[in-house]
């Protein structure tokens, strides 16, 4: 499996925009299917995005189809999630997750490696 360490969460203005970045640790991070999940307080988790591990090919939930953008670094290791245009309900946890599944999955229970997770909150 991959270890996955997230950063660049923290506090933004509704407008604003963050990015958010995944270092992998393993020799395989090249063949693993990346995603974003978030989970906002008292809500499930939730797919964000997901990137195919040739990086050519991105899947994106509706409600920020637009205004974020995944995107993957195979020979430093790290994916990135850049957001802007944030809104107050894109405030919750985001987590980083690796799967060997099919790149299409939006299903949180086909990614076997996740994050510890960073803050995103945005204010109005």
């Known amino acids: 499996q991959v270890q996955l360490v997230e950063s660049g969460g923290g506090l933004v203005q509704a407008g604003g925009s963050l990015r958010l970045s995944c270092a992998a640790s393993g020799p395989t991070f090249s063949s693993y299917n990346m995603g974003w999940f978030r989970q906002a307080p008292g809500k499930e988790r939730e797919f964000v995005a997901t990137?195919?591990?040739?990086?050519?090919?991105?899947n994106y939930a509706d409600s920020v189809k637009g205004r974020f953008t995944i995107s993957r670094d195979n020979a430093k290791n790290t994916v990135f999630l850049q957001m802007n245009s944030l809104k107050p309900e894109d405030t919750a946890v985001y987590y980083c997750a690796a799967s060997s599944r099919s790149w299409t999955s939006r299903w949180s229970g086909d990614f076997g490696s996740w994050g510890q997770g960073t803050q995103v909150t945005v204010s109005s």
């Open positions: 990137i195919r591990w040739t990086a050519g090919s991105t």
